[in-house]
């Protein structure tokens, strides 16, 4: 859920502040980044460790868990704060990141084609389509993430709202497998929607031609789908110099011509 998150801020931050994620970037704060993931995620998993809460056999005894059944201080104070600070927090946040993705990308689309009606043909510059294209892969991805591990949470909220005693083995075994299972489906959304996945597995991996077909078109544009919007956003803003200059210069002749 944080490398989820930390791709939602990306996202966010690449669209809708592109020069300042110029200046972010580097292979150094990535690294960073996924450094405090890891430690984050890190942090939680040891607290059962070191006394608060337990791990314990859940369901049909195949998996580990925290113990959200047992009523307890430790275990339901435990529970809550797991809920909010690792699931519900980043989905909020997330979500507050695609909502500003979405209304900037609308905002910047509205303005083009404001600047188009001067007389040229409006358009939607492809740097901003193929991080849009990117955002909402990941956008997919978080929603099947979200959607695998919901009913895992709200097994857990019932357990710690004092109703642990009505869940029986299958309802605690089947959402933690749905749960634990989301790790399979990301190749699979990607081999889906992704055009430079799809043809990178059909060069690498001939056996799976019959079950990932390539179109004539992911050819021509699976290369250009994964440009920088960083790299071109210097050339998008020189555009809309031009087309502003444009603009000014048919109304300027337009005045003297009057």
């Given amino acids: 859920m944080m490398t989820l998150l930390a791709i939602a801020v990306d996202r966010y931050l690449v669209i809708t502040k592109p020069l300042q994620s110029i200046q972010w970037a580097s292979k150094k704060r990535t690294v960073q980044v996924i450094v405090l993931v890891w430690l984050y995620s890190l942090m939680w998993s040891m607290a059962p460790i070191l006394g608060w809460s337990s791990y314990v056999p859940e369901g049909l005894m195949i998996s580990c868990t925290w113990d959200y059944i047992t009523a307890t201080t430790a275990n339901k104070s435990y529970t809550m704060m797991l809920c909010c600070f ?25 303005n083009v084609q404001k600047l188009g009606s001067c007389g040229r043909q409006s358009y939607m510059p492809s ?14 991805i978080i929603t099947v993430y979200v959607l695998s591990w919901s009913p895992y949470a ?61 179109p004539k078109k992911d050819s021509l544009t699976a290369s250009n789908f994964e440009s920088s919007f960083r790299a071109s956003v210097y050339s998008r803003q020189s555009t809309v110099l031009r087309k502003k200059n444009s603009c000014i210069s048919t109304v300027s002749t337009a005045e003297t011509v009057s």
């Fill in 154 to 214: 709200c097994v857990t909220l019932i357990a710690w709202a004092g109703h642990g005693k009505s869940l029986n083995t299958y309802s605690k075994t089947v959402p933690a497998v749905i749960a634990k299972a989301s790790a399979i489906y990301n190749p699979i959304i990607y081999g889906i929607i992704h055009p430079k996945y799809r043809e990178t597995i059909h060069k690498s991996v001939p056996c799976l031609r019959f079950l990932i077909r390539l």
């Fill in 86 to 110: 690792v699931f519900f927090i980043p989905l909020l946040v997330i979500l507050h990141c695609y909502l500003l993705m979405f209304l900037a990308i609308r905002s910047t689309s509205r």
């Fill in 127 to 140: 740097a901003i389509k193929n991080e849009w294209k990117m955002a909402k892969i990941a956008f997919v």
